[in-house]
């Protein structure tokens, strides 16, 4: 075993574990690439101000890419999180204006995503479907119905003390809403790394027939990928409802567009199998940044998508190229060593 | 002696195909029984059903004497029987340790659900890492993806998984067709020991000199029907084969 | 005037006979909620008259409503009334009036169109220079402000705009525009964007109401006092009252979705059974302030 | 050779032959139930005015979800055929208001239409993205940002003769749209089933690196999907200016999830290799149905996408449902012959 | 005589595994070189860098005596190589015929540039049923994609394939691993015909039965390098299993 041994060996050697090290973090360095860009551009951005701005406004798209993440991760697609999340907060305000409790409303936002989840998920798996993307349009489509019907159309004013904390408060120029990203991050984190079930989630996305025949519950797993999606929407809810003090059916509008764009920019695999929270977390910046980018320079309204669709592309392409290079690195620097 | 396993008219069609036709098998625990036939002689698809990927079209299966059904491989499995797939069901993205141990992690605490529970992985690595040592398959990096690894190291990997796990009945589908010499002695090997362990074992093989080392009975397949069951010995060899080529080519 | 054009056809020989027509609006927001209510309220009181209802999914959703339109005709109306997405609905109106069908169009024009009947419509350039005008006396010369616009390529709300810019005069710069989609999420995050980025504004104004409340907020956590920042909406919907009550929003501009509604739908009535109706009826632009809101809530 | 010559003989047997043609026709049939089930609850469904009605609103999402088609095939996704419609549609109309001749102005609209998938299929395969929702979605916000700033935001009327023919012409009731509809359902139909090239495509979405290996030119395969995306959103683009006689950045909004959907719905497989353009355009006609069918029976508007989803699933499942009772019956039938 | 395929240092490294170490390998035209090591000791790994799947990060391939560069699966195809991959390269979703001819469909008419060209589908129905036959693979259902068919269908389906192209040289990656018997034997006459018309021929195969039987030379890798080359026959079976296994274990 000596050859292994030895590659073993080398591979603990300094400058090739710096260079797997770079690998994992590639998608890091682009957003830290485009934060110096960002700061040489505009005076504003690195202001404590703004970094709790971007952090509070990409609080939504993180939570909700974390969501995404789970169901990609088991190669299935969730494109109701934007109406879960409008439908969560009308019913959140409409407890609201019926039982006036913090906690009450925060259970029926959280309860509100999970059942639209469990929808999804037990339609798409009950049900034979054959790609999730069927029940999620239809609930995409039946949420933002119902959230309509429910409130009449109209945008229902007041949140409880508790709800407003969660979306506007903060800690100095730290929004609490990071605070409240963070805590779901580290518990996914935990659940994907650490615990069976996130095992069993890789295991799915991997080779859902293999899981099938190793007698994991791919059926339970599949499930609750779903429910902990429309959680991540209930939580998504709590937070923008919270920001604008409002339950209202139009939250959300293109939200799963936004969340699946964050997974996949952050790194992770839309083939499911691969990838991992900080891919979400990632993904979710760079967006909120190129958009914030954009106001802070005042680039015309017209020209903004352009400019938003071309960072994208420069952002995941140069991830590309570095990884690219840092391969061809690796074989000079091993070839040496 | 009540057989471990025995099914008894199994059928099986896809489509305008049929797979299996009226197929009865026992196997007796502490007995290798080889499963033998030409390609696409409905083997895999035989196995499969017992395993429960395949739901029979007619006939029915009993376990220590009593039927049972195999309806899904958690129920199979959950019965004592653990089965190495032709197609070996791996995990690509995951590594050795990862795909030895899917769908029974060791994990703890054990008061908590089993799905909460956080992977002791460290563990895990360990004995996965023993045994392929014990196959001798020198696999460079034991944290790749297995998706990356060679087509022998990928086997043996399926094989001591089902090995490390056998309780009833084990199943191998051609457990050796993509290993070397010394690795597939090794495995050789752990079916005999299986066998005095007082497993039941079921091997599809092609290879009539394994078949005939290590096979206590083997039963031939032909166009889906069962032939014939014969004591695989040097002497019978021609007649084994004579067997599965059939006497129509 | 209209009321009374409706009971002279309610004796009429013809009306004897019931009509259908159709009312299409935009999409579900308060605004055409308003309305719609409106004309369900004017149709309890005249059942020999069939309201069909029609919505598309968006405010540019100009396929949707082309659908509705198609849809109407095949089931028989006589006249729709209809608050088009754009100009590019003509042709499919054209068709309908060529089949005989009356057309009015409800909260927008559609300029150098022939075909029409009659408008019912706030003139959304008119309202836009009264905001403009407004807001020109409560700025310094010299100042800056923000616009919050509407979703780019939508004709009123882009009239809307321009309107106010053609009246603010050169005294103030705007410093800023961003779309926000009339989302008030969106209106939240550009609107603390331009705070952080020109902390200095005086003003902000939004083509709709939606984004002026997420604007709202965002002034609220950037720690200013309400009445620092001026803040002008458009479209006086419920929230945006109740804060302009509050003092927290400084004015919005109004206008009168249950008597575009309630309106429309009776030339358009009319019309159907051959009355001559006005061509051009302007329901009015009106700045709501403190003052006046208690006159709109 | 005996069981595999009698099973085929057995496969020409009437009731199996039945069998199968209703699985191959399955979501026809379900698209049949659909129609019968309209004409029952609308009298006014089944008239002509409105057949072609139907026809002229499916055309659009038809001419899209069949590009789509041969994207997924390939395992793809073009999220940008939306804008990419708004923009040739503009670049059309500007067109014409500089050069006002009918063949030039379908020519810009099929070229601009072209350029976007050139540049979806180039910018994906060359910059060896990981995957087409990166650029697609780029181009999703670049191609609009396009549109609004080449017309200053403003719909420009006004389009030539023949693509007004296009979009609002007809023969007796019958819509020119919906034979452009079945011009480009059958080239497509041709491609897929007859040519090299399509046999290639189906091989790129069965196993990319295997279609590599077999020297298939894949990189130009996936290259040409997406200009033929790009061409099918162009000719969209000359039905919906001609519908509306005139072109505007706003057209064509959220097109992307309808053409996708009706592939899927439609039965094609979301993950490439299997489908075709019949199950584009029975997805396309599904939508178009449902939708006329909505407005026709004056479904509340609230209502409107809850009872849109709820039917999409039915329709789907039904589908899930009849394949399962179809295959018992298959092996029962056969048993017994 | 100039060899058909020479490769010189061949090295490549995947990460922290040295899967080739400087490895040198000639073949000459109407030669049978059987390509031997344990799992993983690089014999795939070689194989694809010669046919353009993977690119060498040192070395060189000639072929007739010119440097030739294979970098990219069509270009090796272009110069003559045909290759069956140890896992099969098959598409899952489309019929037999449709898999053989993958990427050289017979079609036409001629004028037209080759994507456009309409397929003569009954033509290559007709060639790959023929072909099949002579394998003795029965096919149940000739139209049915082949992700359904058996492991050994599947595996024969991939070598007809390289044989019916074969040119210059033709690379098979364990032809044989999941053959019946009767499968087995016709693909052996398949290479001993092919080394008769003049091809070279590389086999990888962990059959030393097989080997013996058809092989000229036996090339042996171990962990990436050349261990050293022999001529197969019964008598040196033994010194070459020591080669493959090595001295060490
Ligand atoms: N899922 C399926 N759908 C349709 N046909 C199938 C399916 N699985 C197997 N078959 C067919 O059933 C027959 C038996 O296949 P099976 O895999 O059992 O053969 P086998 O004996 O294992 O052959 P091998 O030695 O090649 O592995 C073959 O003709 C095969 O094509
Ligand atoms: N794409 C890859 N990425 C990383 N490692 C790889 C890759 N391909 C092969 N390897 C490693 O390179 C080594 C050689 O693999 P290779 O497939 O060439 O072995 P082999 O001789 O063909 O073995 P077998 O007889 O099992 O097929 C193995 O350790 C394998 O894990
Ligand atoms: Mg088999
Ligand atoms: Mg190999």
Same mark, same amino acid.
């Given at each position: 075993?000596?050859?292994?041994?030895?590659?073993?060996?080398? #591979?603990?050697?300094?400058? =090739?574990?710096?260079? %797997?090290?770079?690998?994992?973090?590639?998608? /890091?360095?682009?957003? $830290?690439? !485009?934060?110096?860009?960002?700061?040489?551009?505009?005076?504003?951005?690195?202001?404590?101000?703004?970094?709790?701005?971007?952090?509070?406004?990409?609080?939504?798209?993180?939570? #909700?890419?974390?969501?995404? =993440?789970?169901?990609? %991760?088991?190669?299935?697609?969730?494109?109701? /999180?934007?109406?879960? $999340?409008? !439908?969560?907060?009308?019913?959140?305000?409409?407890?609201?204006s019926a039982a006036p409790s913090g906690p009450v409303v925060v259970l029926a936002m959280l309860a509100t995503g999970m059942a639209v989840g469990a929808i999804n998920g037990m339609g798409y798996v009950l049900g034979r479907l054959p790609h999730p993307f069927i029940i999620t349009l239809a609930t995409l489509s039946a949420a933002r119905g119902l959230a309509l019907w429910l409130s009449g159309g109209q945008p229902q004013q007041g949140m409880p003390e508790i709800v407003q904390m969660m979306g506007s408060g903060s800690a100095g120029w730290l929004p609490y809403s990071a605070f409240l990203v963070a805590a779901v991050a580290l518990a996914v984190v935990l659940l994907t790394t650490r615990m069976v079930w996130g095992r069993w989630i890789y295991a799915v996305g991997g080779n859902p027939e293999g899981a099938r025949r190793t007698a994991i519950p791919v059926d339970r797993v599949v499930i609750s990928v779903y429910v902990l999606s429309g959680l991540a929407a209930g939580i998504a809810a709590i937070v923008t409802s919270g920001r604008l003090?409002?339950?209202?059916?139009?939250?959300?509008?293109?939200?799963?567009?936004?969340?699946?764009?964050?997974?996949?920019?952050?790194?992770?695999?839309?083939?499911?199998?691969?990838?991992?929270?900080?891919?979400?977390?990632?993904?979710?910046?760079?967006?909120?940044?190129?958009?914030n980018g954009m106001n802070l320079l005042d680039?015309?309204?017209?020209?903004?998508?352009?400019?938003?669709?071309?960072?994208?592309?420069?952002?995941?392409?140069?991830?590309?190229?570095?990884?690219?290079?840092?391969?061809?690195?690796?074989?000079?620097?091993?070839?040496?060593? | 002696m009540t057989p471990a396993l025995a099914v008894r008219g199994a059928t099986k069609r896809f489509g305008a195909v049929l797979a299996l036709d009226g197929v009865d098998l026992v196997v007796f625990p502490g007995e290798v029984l080889a499963l033998l036939g030409d390609n696409g002689a409905g083997k895999s698809t035989l196995i499969k059903c017992i395993s429960g990927v395949h739901r029979l079209d007619a006939g029915s299966i009993e376990m220590?004497?009593?039927?049972?059904?195999?309806?899904?491989?958690?129920?199979?499995?959950?019965?004592?029987?653990?089965?190495?797939y032709q197609d070996l069901a791996l995990f690509d993205n995951l590594d050795p340790a990862a795909n030895f141990y899917a769908g029974r992690e060791i994990a703890g605490p054990r008061w908590l659900p089993r799905g909460l529970r956080l992977l002791r992985r460290r563990d895990m690595s360990r004995v996965t890492g023993e045994l392929l040592t014990r196959l001798q398959v020198g696999i460079a990096d034991p944290h790749a993806a297995v998706g990356l690894m060679s087509g022998g190291q990928r086997q043996a990997i399926a094989v001591a998984r089902a090995a490390a796990f056998a309780s009833k009945v084990v199943i191998l589908d051609e457990p050796t067709a993509a290993l070397g010499l010394r690795e597939s002695r090794r495995v050789l090997d752990l079916i005999l020991r299986l066998r005095e362990e007082g497993h039941a074992v079921i091997v599809v093989s092609h290879a009539m000199d394994h078949v005939i080392e290590i096979a206590d009975r083997a039963a031939v397949l032909r166009r889906g029907r069962k032939v014939g069951e014969m004591r695989p010995t040097p002497d019978n060899r021609q007649a084994i084969v004579s067997l599965i080529v059939g006497g129509d080519s | 005037s209209t009321g009374s054009g409706t009971s002279t056809t309610g004796a009429s020989p013809g009306a004897a006979e019931p009509i259908k027509v159709g009312f299409?609006?935009?999409?579900?927001?308060?605004?055409?909620?308003?309305?719609?209510?409106?004309?369900k309220t004017w149709n309890r009181g005249h059942p020999d008259v069939e309201v069909l209802f029609g919505q598309g999914k968006s405010g540019t959703d100009d396929e949707g409503e082309t659908a509705q339109i198609e849809s109407m005709l095949a089931k028989g109306v006589k006249a729709i009334a209809i608050t088009p997405t754009s100009p590019n609905l003509q042709n499919v109106l054209q068709k309908a009036v060529d089949a005989?069908?009356?057309?009015?169009?409800?909260?927008?024009?559609?300029?150098g169109w022939a075909g029409k009947s009659s408008v019912v419509a706030t003139d959304n350039l008119a309202g836009g220079k009264l905001a403009g005008a407004w807001l020109a006396e409560r700025v310094k010369p010299g100042s800056t402000i923000a616009v919050l616009q509407g979703r780019l390529g939508n004709p009123s709300l882009d009239d809307r705009v321009t309107g106010m810019l053609s009246t603010l005069g050169d005294g103030v710069t705007v410093v800023s525009k961003p779309a926000t989609d009339c989302d008030q999420t969106k209106g939240l995050n550009a609107a603390q964007d331009i705070l952080a980025a020109h902390p200095g504004i005086a003003a902000i104004y939004g083509a709709c109401g939606?984004?002026?409340?997420?604007?709202?907020?965002?002034?609220?956590?950037?720690?200013?006092?309400?009445?620092?920042?001026?803040?002008?909406?458009?479209?006086?919907?419920?929230?945006?009252?109740?804060?302009?009550?509050?003092?927290?929003?400084?004015?919005?501009?109004?206008?009168?979705?249950?008597?575009?509604?309630?309106?429309?739908?009776?030339?358009?009535?009319?019309?159907a059974r051959g009355q001559t109706v006005q061509a051009i009826i302007d329901t009015g632009t009106e700045m709501v302030t403190k003052e006046n809101v208690a006159g709109f809530q």
């Open positions: 075993m000596t050859v292994e041994a030895g590659a073993l060996r080398r #591979l603990g050697s300094d400058p =090739l574990r710096l260079a %797997l090290l770079a690998i994992r973090l590639g998608p /890091v360095l682009i957003l $830290l690439l !485009l934060v110096v860009i960002m700061s040489m551009l505009s005076p504003a951005f690195l202001t404590m101000l703004n970094l709790g701005n971007v952090l509070a406004q990409s609080a939504v798209i993180a939570v #909700l890419a974390i969501g995404q =993440l789970l169901v990609i %991760l088991t190669r299935g697609i969730d494109l109701s /999180v934007g109406s879960t $999340l409008a !439908l969560a907060s009308v019913t959140g305000a409409l407890v609201y003090n409002a339950g209202s059916p139009t939250f959300g509008d293109l939200a799963e567009l936004d969340s699946i764009a964050a997974v996949v920019i952050g790194g992770a695999s839309f083939l499911g199998g691969r990838g991992g929270v900080g891919n979400a977390l990632v993904g979710a910046l760079m967006i909120g940044i190129i958009r680039v015309d309204a017209f020209l903004q998508p352009i400019v938003i669709g071309v960072v994208i592309v420069m952002a995941v392409e140069s991830d590309v190229v570095r990884g690219r290079l840092e391969s061809r690195f690796r074989i000079t620097q091993a070839a040496r060593s | 220590g004497g009593a039927a049972v059904t195999t309806g899904s491989p958690a129920a199979a499995r959950a019965l004592g029987i653990e089965t190495v | 299409i609006t935009k999409f579900p927001v308060d605004f055409y909620d308003t309305m719609v209510d409106a004309v005989g069908v009356k057309v009015v169009l409800v909260d927008n024009d559609i300029p939606p984004p002026i409340l997420g604007a709202l907020q965002a002034v609220k956590s950037a720690g200013k006092k309400p009445g620092e920042l001026v803040l002008v909406g458009f479209d006086a919907s419920p929230g945006e009252l109740k804060a302009i009550a509050a003092g927290e929003v400084a004015a919005s501009v109004a206008q009168f979705p249950a008597k575009m509604g309630s309106i429309g739908i009776e030339t358009a009535v009319a019309a």
